[in-house]
C-alpha cells in the first residue's frame, strides 16, 4: 500500500492506494480524509461524455436493372460524386464514382467497355467495403 498526499482545489488529502497484480472486481474504498478541514462544498457536477456523431448508413438504392458486369466499392467511404449516368456508353477505365476514403479521393473506374445499367448510390451516402456501386451491361 502507498500512500499519498494530493491536493485538489488548494485542499490537501492524504491517500492511500493498493496495487494490486491480477484484475478484480473494485471494492467501494473509503473517502479520502482531509488534511485540512474545508470551509466551502467543492462539489462539481459529473455530466456524462456525449455520444460521438456517426453519419447515418444509406442503403444501396436501385435506380436501374440490373446489368452483368457489377462494380463494388473496394473500401469504406463517402460518395463524393457520381460521374457517369444511366444508359451512357462507357470505356475501360472511365471514372463512374468518386469515392473519399481517408480523406483521399479514390476514382471508381469501369472494369471493361460497356453501357451503364445501374447507379445503386447516391452523391454523399457513407458506404461500406463490397457495396454495389453501379452495373454495366456488355
Known amino acids: 500500500m502507498k500512500r499519498y498526499t494530493i491536493t485538489v482545489n488548494g485542499i490537501a488529502y492524504d491517500v492511500s492506494v493498493e496495487e494490486k497484480t491480477t484484475f478484480q472486481q473494485p471494492v467501494a474504498a473509503p473517502a479520502p480524509t482531509p488534511i485540512q478541514t474545508p470551509t466551502v462544498s467543492n462539489t462539481v457536477p459529473v455530466s456524462k461524455p456525449a455520444e460521438p456523431a456517426t453519419a447515418p448508413k444509406v442503403k444501396e438504392i436501385p435506380t436501374g436493372s440490373l446489368g452483368n458486369i457489377k462494380i463494388e466499392s473496394p473500401m469504406p467511404g463517402k460518395i463524393l460524386a457520381i460521374k457517369a449516368s444511366i444508359g451512357q456508353v462507357v470505356k475501360r477505365g472511365d471514372v463512374i464514382v468518386i469515392l473519399e476514403a481517408m480523406k483521399m479521393e479514390n476514382e471508381i473506374v469501369a472494369p471493361?467497355?460497356?453501357?451503364?445499367?445501374?447507379?445503386?448510390?447516391?452523391?454523399?451516402?457513407?458506404?461500406?467495403?463490397?457495396?454495389?456501386?453501379?452495373?454495366?451491361?456488355?
Open 112 to 138: 471493361s467497355d460497356g453501357t451503364v445499367a445501374s447507379i445503386n448510390v447516391t452523391e454523399g451516402s457513407m458506404i461500406e467495403s463490397g457495396v454495389l456501386l453501379a452495373t454495366l451491361t456488355e
